[in-house]
């Protein structure tokens, strides 16, 4: 009697499913604005992930920093972008005798073109600019992986065929 077993299946159990400790949805126009730095990505990513399907998140300052291996002034420089565009919003929350504690929201309506409310941050957006020009040229290779994923969604599921005796 034979068994038939997909690879997907195959690997998902040999490997385990990367999911399952959470995941989050990213808003592309996130990942596409120019305005927002690759560390604010990051965080905006980091935060998705904790909020999962909701819209708010509540992992605290110094694991994010340590998670995502920035100094504590670079995190904040750039968390302010998040709140400065308008993709995040920030709520602190006092309780008795503990620490603050801050719960972001990721929004889901935000004013497209904004400009940087800061004037900090709108000096800051030269190098950020500088930063990420010189990535440019990797538009070609992106657009190739994105066509291999692609691809490889189309195909059918390759089987694996295992002889139980």
């Known amino acids: 009697m034979k068994k038939v077993i997909y690879m997907a299946d195959y690997l998902k159990g040999e490997i385990g499913d990367i999911r399952k400790k959470g995941f989050g949805m990213i808003p592309k126009v996130v990942m596409l604005d120019e305005r927002v730095s690759i560390e604010a990505k990051a965080i905006y990513a980091y935060m998705a992930g904790y909020a999962g399907a909701g819209d708010t998140a509540f992992p605290g300052v110094e694991k994010m920093i340590k998670d995502l291996g920035i100094d504590a002034n670079r995190f904040y420089k750039h968390r302010k972008i998040l709140v400065s565009l308008g993709y995040i919003t920030i709520t602190?929350?006092?309780?008795?005798?503990?620490?603050?504690?801050?719960?972001?929201?990721?929004?889901?309506?935000?004013?497209?073109?904004?400009?940087?409310?800061?004037?900090?941050?709108?000096?800051?957006?030269?190098?950020?600019?500088?930063?990420?020009?010189?990535?440019?040229?990797?538009?070609?290779?992106?657009?190739?992986?994105?066509?291999?994923?692609?691809?490889?969604?189309?195909?059918?599921?390759?089987?694996?065929?295992?002889?139980?005796?």
Do not use: C, G, W
């Open 92 to 165: 602190r929350t006092r309780k008795e005798v503990k620490r603050d504690n801050n719960v972001y929201t990721l929004n889901q309506m935000v004013i497209e073109n904004q400009p940087l409310q800061n004037a900090d941050i709108e000096n800051e957006d030269v190098e950020i600019q500088r930063i990420e020009n010189e990535y440019a040229n990797n538009n070609s290779f992106l657009k190739a992986t994105v066509l291999k994923n692609n691809n490889y969604k189309k195909r059918k599921r390759k089987a694996v065929v295992i002889v139980v005796v």
